[in-house]
């Protein structure tokens, strides 16, 4: 432990015992796990910690308690997000745990499984930052009480499981003082383990059916938005990704398509290449090299960043906002330009990317774009939309567009698409449901699309995001593209897909799960798509909130896969391009 962190536990293990957790300077000890010591410091008799880049957590090592008083003093400092203080109990290893989780607007009663956040309960609590404020739990079998400021909050059944207790700062920088517990000091049923020597961001090294090798950043470009990857790698060796770059927010006018390549095999990226700069917002890239070496991106443009405006001609956003500014620089734009270069394009390189040909619009929008099959042909599965990716609300071609689940096909290397199906939904669903598909051709012949699907209730609004279930739907085609089946529910919860076939015929899918335990997913199917082994779904990395996913994977020369996705590096940075090197074990 670092001479830094002089923070001593010293307290008797007698059952019922009043138990002081002092900051002592005056020795060091074990008596501390601390998931980031260098993070953790003591100052004038107040354990000071660091959580300004994501929750950094200080567990008591020296008891496991079943019924306790947890009591402390804290002073969250003001700053951007939650300003949360965190007090712990039942912690069985560093990544399990219950809290209560004083933020400056809430206590919020939860339970920690491996980042997967579920709530008990909570209560309005107004907090004050850089104020000192005195908080207490106490369990009493199953049941829990939670008091701020000496007022009693609230009461929430909870788990009786035995454990360590400790604190935990997120989003600010946490003092804590005159730290006390009170409680039965119990065995657990297994040791008290750190894991995270286990791990590589978030994830397990070895998993069931996957080993995690790295994981990095790729492409950051401070104090901008990265978005929506692809990645395809060419018959030299060399991988190249695109994404939506040099943006300002996740919905925004500035959006490009920027490409960055490496030439040894992810371990090193170059610089940003602009390839697609419009006047719209560019997003969503996807890349495939075909047999003779040309290359095929595809993107959409969007003015969704303008709101009502492109209806109204007005601007009705509060001023001085983002979206001010935004619906005030689309009333500036030539409303001709702004409509030819609305929707959905491929675009062709003969040259390796160097220079690139004039786009060419698609019927569909396929995020991560097309492949191409046995047969020569490219194939994309799309979904078309009468929208603000598409079309100006005035613009006369909307009346004769169609918001339809459509197959697309380019017999000449994409310079040229032509809708060749559309694929049937459940009665009950609707086209709107439907977003960003991918398929593979699986070695059976079979072509197997997956698509992100949002939940609707009985009366079809959208199911808040918490209450989702996320799963994937599934499609067949046995024909080469001519019929498809009607669309069904797979068990893999997550969005938007990505399918990878292996040399020995398995398929990889990898997706983001925005919800739950967040961060990037793989499940793998051993019979050509007909089933997924979602009991041993691969976790690829972790993160710590929403913002994430569009992950796409790439074969390696050495067998493992190449998987990049989008994702902040650290709390309060936006997003930029992560990649993890893994391979599948069995």
């Known amino acids: 432990m670092p001479k830094a962190i002089t923070c001593l536990l010293v307290c008797s293990l007698a059952a019922l015992a009043q138990n002081k957790l002092n900051v002592d300077g005056n020795e060091m000890g074990e008596s501390w796990f601390f998931s980031s010591p260098d993070k953790v410091t003591c100052v004038d008799g107040s354990m000071v910690i660091d959580g300004m880049q994501g929750p950094v957590r200080a567990i008591s090592a020296e008891a496991e308690y079943a019924d306790f008083e947890l009591e402390a003093e804290f002073n969250a400092a003001k700053a951007n997000g939650v300003m949360a203080i965190g007090f712990m109990f039942a912690s069985t290893d560093n990544e399990r745990f219950i809290s209560v989780h004083y933020d400056w607007r809430s206590a919020i009663l939860f339970q920690d499984i491996e980042g997967e956040y579920l709530e008990i309960k909570r209560g309005p609590k107004p907090q004050a930052p850089d104020t000192w404020h005195t908080a207490k739990i106490a369990r009493k079998g199953d049941q829990l009480t939670v008091w701020f400021n000496g007022k009693e909050l609230f009461t929430a059944p909870v788990p009786t499981t035995v454990g360590r207790v400790g604190f935990y700062a997120s989003q600010t920088v946490g003092q804590l003082k005159n730290m006390k517990v009170r409680g039965t000091v119990a065995k657990p049923e297994k040791p008290w383990k750190d894991t995270s020597k286990e791990k590589i961001a978030g994830a397990n090294i070895i998993q069931n059916r996957a080993q995690i090798i790295w994981t990095k950043t790729i492409c950051k470009q401070e104090g901008r938005y990265i978005g929506w990857p692809s990645v395809c790698t060419r018959k030299n060796g060399q991988i190249l990704a695109v994404f939506s ?3 300002e927010e996740h919905v925004c006018p500035w959006g490009k398509v920027q490409m960055i390549r490496s030439n040894d095999h992810g371990e090193s990226w170059t610089e940003p290449e602009t390839i697609v700069n419009g ?68 675009m062709r390189s003969t040259d390796g990317g160097k220079t690139w040909e004039k786009p060419v619009r698609t019927e569909g929008s396929a995020n991560h774009g097309g492949i191409q099959l046995k047969d020569g042909r490219l194939m994309m599965v799309g979904r078309s939309s009468t929208g603000a990716d598409r079309f100006l609300p005035n613009d006369p071609e909307r009346k004769n567009a169609r918001r339809e689940l459509v197959v697309e096909v380019s017999e000449d290397n994409g310079k040229s698409w032509k809708t060749v199906a559309t694929i049937s939904r459940p009665p009950n669903e609707n086209v709107g449901q439907y977003h960003e598909p991918f398929l593979v051709e699986a070695d059976d012949g079979r072509l197997v699309a997956l698509f992100r699907f949002h939940d609707h209730d009985a009366s079809g609004k959208r199911v808040p995001e918490i209450k989702r279930t996320h799963t994937l739907r599934q499609t067949e085609s046995a024909d080469g593209g001519k019929t498809w089946s009607v669309l069904a529910p797979t068990e893999m919860a997550g969005y938007p897909p990505h399918l990878l076939k292996l040399p020995d015929g398995k398929i990889v899918v990898v997706y983001g799960r925005r919800f739950g335990r967040y961060g990037e997913y793989a499940c793998i199917s051993d019979d050509h798509g007909k089933t997924w082994d979602v009991a041993n779904e691969i976790k690829i990395a972790g993160h710590f909130n929403g913002d994430l996913g569009y992950p796409a994977s790439t074969l390696l020369p050495d067998g493992s896969v190449l998987t990049v996705y989008y994702q902040a590096e650290r709390v309060g940075e936006p997003p930029c391009l992560r990649a993890t090197k893994w391979k599948v074990l069995k």
């Open 279 to 346: 006047i719209n917002d560019d997003r969503d890239a996807g890349i495939m090299e075909l047999e003779n070496g040309d290359l095929v991106v595809t993107w959409f443009s969007s003015i969704a960043y303008a709101g009502a405006t492109p209806s109204t001609g007005k601007v009705s956003a509060k001023p001085g906002t983002k979206p001010f500014h935004y619906q005030n620089h689309f009333l500036k734009l030539p409303a001709d330009l702004v409509k030819s270069q609305l929707g959905y394009f491929t």
């Open 245 to 247: 770059g040099d943006r």
